[in-house]
């Protein structure tokens, strides 16, 4: 039998998304996790604090869809109407919960406090609704049906949400998953969206359609392809024609993994492989690489350190770049960006360094050396060789551009290795 693709929504709730205090990343969340369930998400709807606006919206999905997932609102002070909101669309009272209580009572003693009525009000749920586990904090979710469609509200706090989506609400709803939807995600650097699809490869979009719905998502470093193989193609011989199809293709030299990894998890996988060492020099980014390489559990095999040499003075007497290199050639060069990475390699002993110095803005621009450029440097027991760069974007957008082509760089010098 095949089962229907159910329809999900989302409602994120929270003033302080909309005065841009914080920056949502609940749906990122919940679209990540779902996605192998084979949902068909439909929408995600952002409010503010209105009790009135939420219940509409709320009576309004539920209508409209199978599953509804709402965030924020859970927690214990008065702008937190979410449980108040549920028993108004039900049409029912807060009633006190025995389950609720226990969930709150075990999690302040989790986080070594004492929970109390006084303190908040997690004891009370809307009646006839089941109280949910929160595994990473003390405010338990919401459970409940509003006509046909299963409503689930988390905190909107991203690490309990994530908990909750993956540890209590997916295992309740994977019984419901569609049997055997799978994605193909071939993933692409440095070469943007409209070039691949209206240049190079202007007949691949219909060649991969033959095997499933095809999607492209630009990303900082390049592009993701996404496949969502149908039944008859979710087998080996599909994914390996796939692969063919793509590699015979001008992409050939562009594509570096096949699959939802991030190129820090393929450049720790792939060294510790081989047993190679790596490590940094960093000046425009600031730490950026070595702390993005560190948040991959297991980087400690591979990753040897990193010298943030910012200043000119640090990059001639830490890792040893020439006076007369910075005074002939300036700091964002090709010459500074060798000398950068053979010194912190020699002060390292890794086997491969990768350097970094460039022009992140919005000032600093020389004749010649606009804002966006970036010399990347790469020292080897073999020797050393440096290439100039670049980018567009406001500074942060830049120094997350210059350090993701450090990475491809470092990763394609691990793979010639």
């Known amino acids: ?81 979410t449980k108040s909101i549920i028993a108004n669309a039900l049409g029912v009272s807060l009633v006190e919960n025995e389950l609720a209580r226990e969930y709150a009572i075990k999690q302040y003693a989790n986080f070594g406090r004492e929970w109390s009525k006084e303190n908040s009000h997690y004891h009370m749920m809307p009646e006839g609704s089941l109280p949910l586990y929160n595994p990473a904090g003390m405010a338990p979710g919401i459970h409940a049906k509003v006509d046909k469609c299963e409503v689930f509200c988390t905190p909107g706090v991203p690490r309990e949400c994530q908990a909750m ?19 193909f995600i071939c993933r692409t650097h440095s070469i943007p969206e409209e070039t691949i699809f209206f240049k190079l490869c ?63 998890e393929v450049i720790v996988h792939e060294a510790s492989a081989k047993g190679l060492t790596i490590g940094f020099a960093e000046s425009c980014t600031g730490g950026l690489a070595s702390s993005t390489i560190t948040d991959v559990s297991g980087s400690s095999a591979v990753f040897l350190g990193s010298v943030v040499s910012y200043a000119n003075s640090i990059k001639e007497s830490i890792i040893h770049v020439k006076e007369e290199t910075l005074k002939e050639n300036g700091a964002v060069s090709i010459e500074t960006a060798s000398e950068m990475a053979n010194g912190a390699r020699k002060s390292l002993g890794a086997d491969i360094v990768i350097s970094y110095t460039g022009i992140a803005g919005p000032g600093g621009a020389t004749p010649g050396k606009p ?47």
């Not at 993701?224 to 992409?251: C, F, G, M, W, Y």
């Not at 060789?385 to 990475?407: H, I, P, V």
């Open 165 to 183: 989506v993956r540890e209590t609400i997916v295992p309740m709803l994977k019984d419901r998953a569609q049997s055997g939807h799978e994605l």
């Open 371 to 417: 804002v966006g450029t970036v010399c990347i440097g790469v020292a080897t027991k073999n020797g050393v060789s440096a290439s100039r760069y670049e980018f567009r974007g406001d500074r942060k957008r830049l120094k997350n551009k210059f350090c993701q082509q450090g990475l491809i760089d470092l990763l394609n010098e691990i793979r010639s290795s």
């Open 202 to 264: 202007p007949n691949l979009w219909e060649t991969l359609e033959e095997f499933g719905k095809v999607s492209s998502l630009p990303i900082i470093s390049g592009v993701d392809i996404t496949v969502d193989l149908r039944p008859e193609h979710q087998n080996d011989e599909s994914r390996q024609r796939l692969k063919a199809i793509l590699e015979e293709t001008p992409l050939k030299d562009n594509i570096w993994t096949y699959g939802p990894r991030n190129i820090e």
């Open 1 to 81: 039998m095949v089962k229907i693709s159910l329809r999900v929504s989302m409602i994120i709730i929270g003033d302080e998304l909309l005065n841009a205090k914080i920056n949502d990343l609940n749906l990122q969340i919940l679209a990540k996790e779902i996605a192998p369930l084979g949902f068909s998400f439909k929408k995600c709807t952002v409010l503010g604090d209105k009790f009135d606006q939420v219940t509409n919206e709320i009576q309004k999905q539920s209508k409209e869809n199978d599953i509804l997932i709402i965030t924020g609102g859970l927690g214990p002070t008065k702008d937190d109407l």
